[in-house]
C-alpha cells in the first residue's frame, strides 16, 4: 500500500463537513492529501488539517481527479450532479445526503449493523438518515438475539439537523422571545414547504415535507431505511415500522422514544437487554433509574457514541418493550457514520489507491 490515500471533502464548510475534518483527522485512515470542496461561494476561505491551512476549492468534476475517497455532505441535489463523476474519476464515495439512500444498488450503512453490505458497493455508499443510525446501533444488538416484530418510535430531533442556519434561526428566535420581541421563521419546521413557524419554546411535528399518505417524508426514511439496513429491502414486511418525528428546541442530540415487540417472548428480559446494550460496539448503557442516570442530549453532544436508558417492558403487553436513545445528530448521525464508513473500506480492502 501507498503512503496514504488522497480523500476529498465535499460541502467542507458546512456543520457537518466541519466535523468530517475533523473526524477524518482522528481516524485511522491515511491520508497523503486533503482536498477540500463547496460552493464558489466558500471558494478561497482558509481551513485546517492537522494544523496545516487548506484552501478551500469550488467543486467541480474536474476536482475529482487523483482522488481516492469522497466523503460527502453538500446537499442531495449536488451529490447527484457530481458524485457520478467522482466515480468515473476512480474514487469511492460516502455520500451523507438522502441523493442515494433508496437506491436499491447503493449500500445504506451503519457499520455496527450491516458493514458486509460495504462489499457489493458500486463506488457509492450512502450514509443514512440521522436519526435512523441511532435507532440501529440501539435496536441491531436485540434484534440479533431476540428477534424484531415491530418498531414504534418518536423522535424529538434537535435544530442542527436542519444546518447551521437552523440552528442560527433557533437562537436568533429565543434571542427575541426573551427580548419581548416577536419571532421570526423562515426556516422551520422545513424551507422548502409553504409556512415557517417558530422553533424556539415551541415543538414542531413535522421534519421534512408533509406526504399524500399523511406522514413526513423524514417519518418514511425512517421506515424504510430501517428496513433496508436490517434486512436488505426497504420494503421488506417482516418487522413493521412506524414513526413520529418531531422538531424540537435542542441545538445539538437527537432522542428517540422506541417501543419494540421482540419475537422471543419467552427469554427477553430488562436485564437482557441492558447486558446487549452494555456490549455493544458504539451504544452506551446510560440507565440507572435509583440515581436518575438516563441519556440527555446536554452530555451527548460531542461523543461519537449512542447512548440507551429507560429500558422498561411495557406492563400490558409481554414481549414489548420501552427505551429513550440519545446521539449528537451530528456526530454519529452524520460525520462519524460517514468517516467510520471509510474507515472500514480501507480496513476491508475496498477501496484503492491510485
Known amino acids: 500500500m501507498s503512503e496514504?490515500?488522497?480523500?476529498?471533502?465535499?460541502?467542507?464548510?458546512?456543520?457537518?463537513?466541519?466535523?468530517?475534518?475533523q473526524q477524518l483527522e482522528q481516524s485511522t485512515i491515511p491520508v497523503s492529501k486533503i482536498k477540500l470542496l463547496a460552493s464558489s461561494r466558500s471558494a478561497g476561505k482558509k481551513l485546517q488539517f492537522k494544523g496545516e491551512d487548506v484552501i478551500v476549492e469550488e467543486a467541480k468534476p474536474e476536482s475529482f481527479e487523483g482522488v481516492d475517497i469522497v466523503l460527502a455532505s453538500a446537499g442531495g441535489s449536488v451529490s447527484k450532479k457530481l458524485l457520478p463523476e467522482a466515480v468515473k474519476r476512480g474514487a469511492v464515495c460516502v455520500d451523507n445526503t438522502s441523493a442515494f439512500r433508496?437506491?436499491?444498488?447503493?449500500?445504506?450503512?451503519?457499520?455496527e449493523v450491516n458493514e458486509k453490505a460495504l462489499y457489493n458497493h458500486h463506488g457509492i455508499i450512502a450514509n443514512p438518515n440521522c436519526s435512523?443510525?441511532?435507532?440501529?446501533?440501539?435496536?441491531?444488538?436485540?434484534?440479533?438475539?431476540?428477534?424484531?416484530?415491530?418498531?414504534?418510535?418518536?423522535?424529538?430531533?434537535?435544530?442542527?439537523?436542519a444546518g447551521q442556519s437552523a440552528l442560527n434561526e433557533l437562537y436568533s428566535?429565543?434571542?427575541?422571545?426573551?427580548?419581548?420581541?416577536?419571532m421570526s421563521a423562515d426556516i422551520f419546521?422545513?424551507?422548502?414547504?409553504?409556512?415557517?413557524?417558530?422553533?424556539?419554546?415551541?415543538l414542531l411535528p413535522q421534519i421534512d415535507v408533509l406526504e399524500d399518505n399523511l406522514y413526513s417524508h423524514e417519518e418514511w426514511k425512517m421506515i424504510h431505511e430501517t428496513k433496508k439496513i436490517m434486512l436488505g429491502d426497504m420494503n421488506d414486511p417482516k418487522i413493521k415500522v412506524t414513526a413520529t418525528c418531531v422538531r424540537v428546541p435542542v441545538p445539538i442530540s437527537h432522542g428517540e422514544s422506541i417501543y419494540i415487540e421482540v419475537e422471543d417472548k419467552e427469554n427477553a428480559t430488562v436485564d437482557a437487554i441492558r447486558k446487549l446494550i452494555d456490549e455493544a460496539p458504539g451504544a452506551v448503557l446510560q440507565d440507572d433509574p435509583e440515581h436518575q442516570v438516563y441519556p440527555q442530549p446536554i452530555n451527548a453532544t460531542g461523543s461519537?457514541?449512542?447512548?440507551?436508558?429507560?429500558?422498561?417492558?411495557?406492563?400490558?403487553?409481554?414481549?414489548?418493550?420501552?427505551?429513550?436513545?440519545?446521539?449528537?445528530?451530528?456526530?454519529?448521525?452524520?460525520a462519524w457514520n460517514t468517516v467510520q464508513i471509510a474507515e472500514r473500506l480501507v480496513a476491508d480492502d475496498l477501496v484503492e489507491v491510485k
Open 4 to 21: 496514504g490515500y488522497e480523500v476529498a471533502i465535499l460541502g467542507a464548510t458546512g456543520a457537518v463537513g466541519t466535523r468530517l475534518i
Open 102 to 111: 433508496m437506491d436499491p444498488d447503493v449500500p445504506l450503512v451503519v457499520p
Open 132 to 161: 435512523t443510525i441511532q435507532m440501529m446501533v440501539a435496536l441491531e444488538p436485540i434484534r440479533k438475539v431476540f428477534g424484531l416484530k415491530q418498531i414504534i418510535v418518536s423522535t424529538y430531533q434537535a435544530a442542527s439537523g
Open 173 to 182: 428566535e429565543a434571542q427575541d422571545y426573551l427580548d419581548g420581541k416577536e
Open 189 to 202: 419546521p422545513t424551507k422548502g414547504d409553504k409556512e415557517h413557524y417558530p422553533l424556539a419554546f415551541n
Open 304 to 334: 461519537r457514541d449512542t447512548f440507551v436508558g429507560r429500558i422498561r417492558p411495557d406492563l400490558e403487553n409481554k414481549g414489548s418493550f420501552n427505551m429513550w436513545v440519545v446521539s449528537d445528530n451530528l456526530l454519529k448521525g452524520a
